[in-house]
Protein backbone atom coordinates (compact mmCIF):
# COMPACT_ATOMS: atom_id res chain seq x y z
CA UNK A 1 0.00 0.00 0.00
CA UNK A 2 1.28 3.81 -0.55
CA UNK A 3 1.27 6.25 1.97
CA UNK A 4 1.32 9.76 2.05
CA UNK A 5 2.90 11.58 4.21
CA UNK A 6 3.91 15.41 4.39
CA UNK A 7 3.38 18.95 5.38
CA UNK A 8 3.28 20.76 1.87
CA UNK A 9 -0.67 21.22 1.27
CA UNK A 10 -0.11 21.67 -2.68
CA UNK A 11 2.44 18.15 -2.71
CA UNK A 12 -0.48 16.58 -0.61
CA UNK A 13 -2.98 18.08 -3.24
CA UNK A 14 -1.48 16.56 -6.71
CA UNK A 15 0.16 13.62 -4.85
CA UNK A 16 -4.00 12.70 -3.85
CA UNK A 17 -5.06 14.31 -6.80
CA UNK A 18 -2.95 11.66 -9.22
CA UNK A 19 -3.63 8.59 -7.06
CA UNK A 20 -7.09 8.68 -7.43
CA UNK A 21 -7.48 9.79 -11.04
CA UNK A 22 -5.15 6.40 -11.53
CA UNK A 23 -7.52 4.72 -9.36
CA UNK A 24 -4.46 3.81 -6.70
CA UNK A 25 -5.54 2.15 -2.76
CA UNK A 26 -3.62 4.50 -0.99
CA UNK A 27 -3.76 6.37 2.42
CA UNK A 28 -2.45 9.51 4.46
CA UNK A 29 -0.96 10.26 7.53
CA UNK A 30 1.62 12.98 9.19
CA UNK A 31 5.23 13.04 8.78
CA UNK A 32 6.27 11.28 12.16
CA UNK A 33 3.31 9.20 12.98
CA UNK A 34 3.12 5.63 13.17
CA UNK A 35 2.67 3.75 9.50
CA UNK A 36 -0.24 1.23 8.87
CA UNK A 37 0.34 -2.34 8.30
CA UNK A 38 0.83 -3.21 4.61
CA UNK A 39 2.55 0.10 4.15
CA UNK A 40 5.03 -0.87 1.25
CA UNK A 41 5.88 2.87 -0.28
CA UNK A 42 5.84 6.05 1.22
CA UNK A 43 5.36 9.49 -0.68
CA UNK A 44 7.05 12.69 0.85
CA UNK A 45 8.42 15.83 0.25
CA UNK A 46 12.08 17.31 0.31
CA UNK A 47 11.17 19.70 3.20
CA UNK A 48 9.56 16.65 5.35
CA UNK A 49 12.94 14.79 6.16
CA UNK A 50 11.47 11.39 6.62
CA UNK A 51 14.23 8.56 8.07
CA UNK A 52 12.75 4.87 6.77
CA UNK A 53 14.76 3.42 9.89
CA UNK A 54 13.26 5.92 12.24
CA UNK A 55 9.54 5.00 11.08
CA UNK A 56 7.07 3.01 13.77
CA UNK A 57 4.26 1.00 12.68
CA UNK A 58 0.57 0.37 14.03
CA UNK A 59 1.84 -3.84 13.94
CA UNK A 60 5.02 -5.65 13.62
CA UNK A 61 6.74 -5.26 10.31
CA UNK A 62 10.28 -7.00 9.79
CA UNK A 63 11.79 -4.15 7.58
CA UNK A 64 11.04 -0.60 6.70
CA UNK A 65 9.14 0.78 3.40
CA UNK A 66 10.70 2.18 0.79
CA UNK A 67 10.74 6.33 0.74
CA UNK A 68 10.22 8.34 -2.53
CA UNK A 69 10.72 12.03 -2.11
CA UNK A 70 8.43 13.71 -5.11
CA UNK A 71 10.00 15.98 -7.05
CA UNK A 72 7.13 19.09 -6.83
CA UNK A 73 8.15 19.59 -10.51
CA UNK A 74 7.41 16.38 -11.77
CA UNK A 75 4.81 14.80 -9.04
CA UNK A 76 3.50 12.31 -11.54
CA UNK A 77 6.92 10.98 -12.16
CA UNK A 78 7.08 10.27 -7.89
CA UNK A 79 3.54 7.81 -8.40
CA UNK A 80 5.28 5.86 -11.13
CA UNK A 81 8.45 5.24 -9.15
CA UNK A 82 5.92 4.31 -6.54
CA UNK A 83 4.07 2.04 -8.62
CA UNK A 84 7.12 0.47 -9.96
CA UNK A 85 7.82 -0.46 -6.54
CA UNK A 86 5.26 -2.06 -5.58
CA UNK A 87 4.80 -3.86 -8.97
CA UNK A 88 8.57 -5.62 -7.87
CA UNK A 89 7.39 -6.26 -4.59
CA UNK A 90 7.43 -10.36 -5.38
CA UNK A 91 3.72 -10.32 -6.07
CA UNK A 92 2.29 -11.53 -9.55
CA UNK A 93 0.73 -8.27 -11.15
CA UNK A 94 -2.67 -9.31 -12.53
CA UNK A 95 -5.11 -7.58 -15.04
CA UNK A 96 -8.69 -7.83 -14.32
CA UNK A 97 -10.76 -6.49 -17.43
CA UNK A 98 -14.69 -6.52 -17.19
CA UNK A 99 -15.65 -6.67 -21.08
CA UNK A 100 -18.60 -4.65 -20.65
CA UNK A 101 -19.83 -1.20 -22.94
CA UNK A 102 -17.48 0.74 -21.32
CA UNK A 103 -14.61 -1.94 -19.71
CA UNK A 104 -13.49 -1.59 -16.62
CA UNK A 105 -9.36 -2.26 -16.27
CA UNK A 106 -7.63 -2.64 -12.72
CA UNK A 107 -4.40 -3.52 -12.35
CA UNK A 108 -3.58 -5.61 -9.06
CA UNK A 109 0.35 -6.59 -7.46
CA UNK A 110 -1.25 -9.12 -5.85
CA UNK A 111 -4.60 -8.37 -4.27
CA UNK A 112 -3.69 -4.54 -3.82
CA UNK A 113 -5.47 -2.20 -6.89
CA UNK A 114 -2.25 0.20 -7.95
CA UNK A 115 -4.60 1.42 -10.86
CA UNK A 116 -8.11 1.51 -12.35
CA UNK A 117 -10.13 2.94 -15.36
CA UNK A 118 -12.83 2.94 -17.43
CA UNK A 119 -11.99 3.28 -20.95
CA UNK A 120 -13.64 2.76 -24.67
CA UNK A 121 -13.34 -0.92 -25.35
CA UNK A 122 -10.67 0.70 -28.50
CA UNK A 123 -8.25 1.75 -25.91
CA UNK A 124 -8.39 -1.63 -23.68
CA UNK A 125 -5.27 -3.35 -25.14
CA UNK A 126 -2.70 -0.69 -25.23
CA UNK A 127 -3.81 0.79 -22.17
CA UNK A 128 -3.13 -2.67 -20.75
CA UNK A 129 0.23 -2.63 -22.89
CA UNK A 130 1.54 0.34 -21.31
CA UNK A 131 0.64 -0.98 -17.79
CA UNK A 132 2.36 -4.03 -18.44
CA UNK A 133 5.25 -2.30 -20.25
CA UNK A 134 7.81 -2.97 -17.61
CA UNK A 135 6.21 -6.25 -15.62
CA UNK A 136 7.67 -9.75 -15.59
CA UNK A 137 5.18 -12.35 -16.26
CA UNK A 138 2.19 -10.84 -15.77
CA UNK A 139 -1.48 -12.53 -16.34
CA UNK A 140 -4.63 -10.96 -17.20
CA UNK A 141 -8.14 -12.06 -16.42
CA UNK A 142 -11.02 -10.93 -19.38
CA UNK A 143 -14.87 -11.23 -17.68
CA UNK A 144 -16.83 -13.83 -20.34
CA UNK A 145 -20.29 -11.50 -19.54
CA UNK A 146 -20.22 -9.94 -23.08
CA UNK A 147 -19.52 -12.97 -25.27
CA UNK A 148 -18.56 -10.90 -28.09
CA UNK A 149 -16.50 -7.39 -26.21
CA UNK A 150 -14.57 -10.22 -24.68
CA UNK A 151 -13.86 -12.23 -27.95
CA UNK A 152 -12.73 -8.86 -29.50
CA UNK A 153 -9.94 -8.24 -26.32
CA UNK A 154 -8.89 -11.74 -26.38
CA UNK A 155 -8.20 -11.27 -29.53
CA UNK A 156 -6.48 -8.00 -29.56
CA UNK A 157 -4.85 -8.96 -26.12
CA UNK A 158 -2.84 -12.28 -28.41
CA UNK A 159 -0.69 -9.64 -30.22
CA UNK A 160 0.87 -8.66 -26.88
CA UNK A 161 4.23 -10.87 -26.06
CA UNK A 162 5.08 -12.00 -22.36
CA UNK A 163 1.30 -12.37 -21.48
CA UNK A 164 -0.89 -14.77 -20.45
CA UNK A 165 -4.38 -14.00 -21.01
CA UNK A 166 -7.32 -16.15 -19.13
CA UNK A 167 -11.29 -16.08 -19.42
CA UNK A 168 -12.81 -15.67 -16.24
CA UNK A 169 -16.41 -16.79 -15.49
CA UNK A 170 -17.82 -13.29 -14.50
CA UNK A 171 -21.09 -14.51 -12.93
CA UNK A 172 -21.11 -13.21 -9.70
CA UNK A 173 -18.79 -10.73 -10.19
CA UNK A 174 -20.35 -7.17 -10.01
CA UNK A 175 -21.33 -5.98 -6.83
CA UNK A 176 -24.75 -4.14 -5.77
CA UNK A 177 -23.87 -0.43 -5.45
CA UNK A 178 -25.51 1.54 -3.15
CA UNK A 179 -25.92 5.18 -2.91
CA UNK A 180 -23.32 7.55 -4.48
CA UNK A 181 -21.76 4.95 -6.13
CA UNK A 182 -22.99 4.59 -9.72
CA UNK A 183 -20.51 4.69 -11.76
CA UNK A 184 -18.46 1.95 -10.10
CA UNK A 185 -19.33 -1.29 -11.23
CA UNK A 186 -17.38 -1.95 -14.17
CA UNK A 187 -14.32 -0.88 -12.03
CA UNK A 188 -15.27 -3.41 -9.00
CA UNK A 189 -16.33 -6.41 -11.24
CA UNK A 190 -12.89 -5.89 -12.79
CA UNK A 191 -11.41 -6.23 -9.37
CA UNK A 192 -13.25 -9.08 -8.81
CA UNK A 193 -12.51 -10.45 -12.35
CA UNK A 194 -8.95 -10.25 -11.32
CA UNK A 195 -9.03 -11.85 -8.29
CA UNK A 196 -10.84 -14.75 -9.81
CA UNK A 197 -8.64 -17.76 -11.62
CA UNK A 198 -9.37 -18.71 -14.77
CA UNK A 199 -8.91 -20.54 -18.16
CA UNK A 200 -5.59 -19.72 -20.13
CA UNK A 201 -6.76 -18.87 -23.49
CA UNK A 202 -4.78 -17.62 -26.50
CA UNK A 203 -8.26 -16.69 -28.98
CA UNK A 204 -12.04 -16.54 -28.83
CA UNK A 205 -13.84 -17.21 -31.82
CA UNK A 206 -17.66 -16.64 -31.21
CA UNK A 207 -20.52 -16.47 -34.34
CA UNK A 208 -22.95 -13.95 -33.10
CA UNK A 209 -26.45 -15.18 -32.70
CA UNK A 210 -29.52 -13.60 -34.55
CA UNK A 211 -30.60 -11.61 -31.69
CA UNK A 212 -27.00 -9.97 -31.30
CA UNK A 213 -26.81 -9.00 -34.60
CA UNK A 214 -30.26 -7.52 -34.42
CA UNK A 215 -29.22 -5.21 -31.66
CA UNK A 216 -26.42 -4.28 -33.44
CA UNK A 217 -28.23 -3.63 -36.58
CA UNK A 218 -30.90 -1.48 -33.89
CA UNK A 219 -28.13 0.10 -32.79
CA UNK A 220 -26.92 1.61 -35.98
CA UNK A 221 -30.41 2.83 -36.33
CA UNK A 222 -30.43 4.60 -33.18
CA UNK A 223 -26.42 5.73 -33.58
CA UNK A 224 -27.71 7.46 -37.04
CA UNK A 225 -30.93 8.99 -36.21
CA UNK A 226 -33.22 6.52 -37.87
CA UNK A 227 -31.49 7.57 -41.37
CA UNK A 228 -30.20 3.79 -41.91
CA UNK A 229 -29.58 0.28 -40.36
CA UNK A 230 -26.88 -1.50 -41.57
CA UNK A 231 -26.81 -4.91 -43.65
CA UNK A 232 -25.98 -8.51 -41.97
CA UNK A 233 -22.41 -8.45 -43.17
CA UNK A 234 -21.38 -4.97 -41.39
CA UNK A 235 -23.05 -6.28 -38.70
CA UNK A 236 -21.12 -9.56 -38.41
CA UNK A 237 -18.15 -7.07 -38.91
CA UNK A 238 -18.92 -5.02 -35.86
CA UNK A 239 -19.50 -8.33 -33.46
CA UNK A 240 -16.01 -9.36 -34.44
CA UNK A 241 -14.77 -5.99 -33.46
CA UNK A 242 -13.57 -5.16 -37.31
CA UNK A 243 -15.21 -2.46 -37.57
CA UNK A 244 -17.25 0.05 -34.88
CA UNK A 245 -20.83 0.85 -35.37
CA UNK A 246 -19.69 4.65 -36.73
CA UNK A 247 -17.66 3.30 -39.18
CA UNK A 248 -20.10 0.23 -40.68
CA UNK A 249 -22.87 3.20 -40.80
CA UNK A 250 -20.17 4.93 -42.85
CA UNK A 251 -19.11 2.22 -45.08
CA UNK A 252 -23.17 1.76 -45.67
CA UNK A 253 -23.33 5.31 -46.63
CA UNK A 254 -20.11 5.16 -48.75
CA UNK A 255 -22.13 2.29 -50.68
CA UNK A 256 -25.16 4.58 -51.03
CA UNK A 257 -22.82 6.86 -53.26
CA UNK A 258 -20.90 4.15 -55.42
Known sequence: MIVVATEDFELYHEAVSALRERGVTFTTVQPGDPLPDGTTVVLTGRDDDLDPAAVSFTGERESPPEIVCIDPEDVRGGIEEALSILRGNGERTVVGIDSGPRPGVVVLSGTTVVAA??????????????????????????????????????????????????????????????????????????????????????????????????????????????????DEELARRVAGGELTIEEALQRHRERDTT
Open 117 to 230: FSVPISDVVELVAEELSDVADPVVRVGDGDRLKSARIVNELAELEGVEVQLVDETGTTPYLGAGARGASDVLAAVNIALREGEPVSSREIEPTPGELKRIKTASREQSAGDRTI
